[in-house]
């Protein structure tokens, strides 16, 4: 797999048939403001660029990158080679070869799963919405339960089975010094999970600092999923933080998107 060289790679102990990354800016032809490797159909970009750029995607992949239509929500959508661009989902689960689950983020966190077997993978657009989800079933529980469907196993109760043998990966977000948001959004985090309250910290009158990474983790971690890799929330991970190497539609309102994927060889 040749990829530019700012291209992030997961550093996880995935098996070998498990390949992962996640696109930077760069590789593309695309023009300001959405230089250079927009992945986004939606945002207002050139679409004969925006098509050469996946592209350069799909021949890094060496499979088909499935691009979702995202909503800010909880749906998974399987994939298999049928599947065409477009379906409405905010996360994806593959169990053959052929595919990418692919998902697309200009400050929002992509989150990659597979098991230790290499039976499947997945992939989650996390933003605060459909990680908060309702009543605590956001995108990741979402996600999770479609992996124990697609395996024909209950979903765990207690002792979480299957969740000691998943994998997780975050990519890159708005990190915690740059997401500012009001109290609706945590409330929509301490209705489900009462130890969000420190992801929070006080900003402006009534906002607050939000670390959307580590209430990824506390998602996952409640869920059983033990092994977490990736975004820790430093300033290296975080899209406002970093122009010249990645999207954020917090910082420039007019962007790309970048893309986190996942496939099985």
Known sequence: MSVPADWLVPDWPAPARVRALCTTRSGGQSQAPYDLLNLGTHVG???????????????????????????????????????????????????????????????CLPILLCDASGSWVAAAHAGWRGLAGQGGVGVVESTLAAVYASNRTPAPVDSAPLAPEIIAWLGPCIGPAAFEVGDEVRHAFLDGTPGAADCFVPANAGKWL????????????????????????????????????????????????LAACVWLD
């Not at 971690?221 to 990645?246: E, M």
């Open 210 to 257: 939000a670390n959307l990474s580590a209430l990824a983790r506390q998602r996952l971690l409640a869920a059983g999923v033990q092994a977490i890799y990736g975004n820790d929330g430093s300033t290296p991970w975080c899209t406002v933080s970093n122009p010249s190497r990645f999207f954020s539609h917090r910082r420039d309102r007019v962007s790309g998107r």
């Open 45 to 107: 970009d050139n679409l004969s660029d925006v098509q050469a750029n996946r592209a350069v995607l799909q021949r890094a992949l060496a499979v088909r990158p499935v691009f979702l239509e995202q909503v800010h929500g909880t749906q998974v959508q399987r994939l298999d080679s049928t599947v065409p661009d477009g379906a409405q989902a905010d996360a994806c689960l593959a169990t053959q070869p052929g595919v990418a689950c692919t998902i697309m983020v200009a400050d």
